[in-house]
């Protein structure tokens, strides 16, 4: 099993910064990758970004270039840099592990608003 918990949500103004923070604990020596997801009112859970254990990183498009996804391993810690902040960006933020052959774990999520 991996637990996970995200903090570091918040209010912020547009064009403002926040970082999200994914502390990992459990079986994590063999998680394969971590994510960030996010979900709106009224709409599905979209994935925004990925790392690998390689440490390649992906992004969706809508936040090519204005979000940053990083992992710590010594600290067991994913993160999710954000800039340029837009009120499109207000959902709340789920961190998600997967581990090839055994499963797929979720945080309990962190809200972030970004007013206009």
């Known amino acids: 099993q991996v637990q996970l918990v995200e903090s570091g949500g918040g209010l912020v103004q547009a064009g403002g910064s926040l970082r999200l923070s994914c502390a990992a604990s459990?079986?994590?020596?063999?998680?394969?990758?971590m994510a960030w997801f996010r979900q709106a009112p009224g709409k599905q859970r979209e994935w925004v970004a990925h790392?690998?254990?390689?440490?390649?990183?992906y992004y969706a498009d809508s936040v090519k270039g204005r979000f940053t996804i990083s992992a710590d391993n010594a600290k067991n810690t994913a993160y999710l840099q954000m800039n340029s902040l837009k009120p499109e960006d207000t959902a709340v933020y789920y961190c998600?592990?997967?581990?090839?052959?055994?499963?797929?774990?979720w945080g309990q999520g962190t809200q972030v608003t970004v007013s206009s």
């Open positions: 790392i690998t254990n390689s440490g390649s990183t």
């Open positions: 459990g079986s994590i020596f063999s998680i394969n990758v």
């Open positions: 998600n592990a997967e581990r090839y052959g055994f499963g797929t774990y």
